[in-house]
């Protein structure tokens, strides 16, 4: 998974790349989760965008909304507090103390 997240973050911020690549697959041993991006963007390595558990209250909410705006492309796609979301991290170009995330909205499920 490192190789292929390295990859994105060379080519999702250049053009028509996210056009050809909206969707992104979680694969366990019995089911498979479709993903469509609907954000990316460098982040510091101490980003609250690494906080786990939140309530059902709308901090969640804000954190998404947080997501949605700080995208390096308006998606068009704008998650609730009720979806599923993923976020995906690996290292960035913008220096050692960064991060690229990716954030995915559950689109699919499907059993194998």
């Known amino acids: 998974m490192q190789l292929m997240l390295t990859i994105l973050v060379d080519v999702f911020p250049s053009g028509g790349f ?13 089911k498979v ?6 954000s990316y963007y460098d982040v510091d390595e101490d980003s609250d965008i690494y906080t786990v558990g939140y309530g059902a209250d709308d901090s969640w ?6 997501m949605v705006a700080s995208s ?11 979806d599923k ?4 991290s ?13 954030h995915g909205v559950l689109v ?5």
């Open 18 to 30: 996210y056009e050809k690549n909206q969707f992104f697959n979680v694969y366990t041993a019995d």
């Open 33 to 38: 989760y479709r993903y469509q991006i609907f």
């Open 61 to 66: 909410q804000a954190m998404i909304d947080k």
């Open 72 to 82: 390096m492309k308006d998606t068009g796609i704008h998650p609730t507090k009720e």
């Open 85 to 88: 979301v993923v976020t995906l």
């Open 90 to 102: 690996t290292c960035s170009k913008a220096g050692e103390t960064k991060r690229f995330v990716v």
């Open 108 to 112: 699919d499920v499907k059993t194998h």
